[in-house]
């Protein structure tokens, strides 16, 4: 398994931007496919957008056109750009990463608030 450590969450008015960073350790971090999810209130975790080993993307439909999600193997880092936020962007942010043999590992999540 790989450990995570997110970064780069806090408070932001809507329309705002921010970036999020997972850093993974381990050198296979490029195999694995990794993920950001999040957690609202009262709410099931949801899969936000996750990018393969190989570089394909896929988004939720409420993030399409507003979140971008990549990868920089050479620094084990995956990242996501959220622009256009939104108050039902509000939510805990985890990084996941996947294998389908050395299975899950998640990161302890990050708090993003939209608010005014």
């Known amino acids: 398994q790989v450990q995570l450590v997110e970064s780069g969450g806090g408070l932001v008015q809507p329309g705002g931007s921010l970036r999020l960073s997972c850093a993974a350790s381990?050198?296979?971090?490029?195999?694995?496919?990794m993920g950001w999810y999040r957690q609202a209130p009262g709410k099931q975790r949801e899969l936000v957008a996750d990018i393969t080993s190989g570089g394909s993307t896929n988004y939720a439909d409420s993030v399409k056109g507003r979140f971008t999600i990549s990868r920089e193997n050479a620094k084990n880092t995956v990242y996501l750009q959220m622009n256009s936020l939104k108050f039902e962007d509000t939510a805990v942010y985890y990084c996941?990463?996947?294998?389908?043999?050395?299975?899950?590992?998640w990161g302890q999540g990050t708090q993003v608030t939209v608010s005014s």
């Open positions: 381990g050198s296979i971090f490029r195999l694995y496919r």
């Open positions: 996941n990463a996947r294998h389908t043999i050395w299975g899950d590992s």
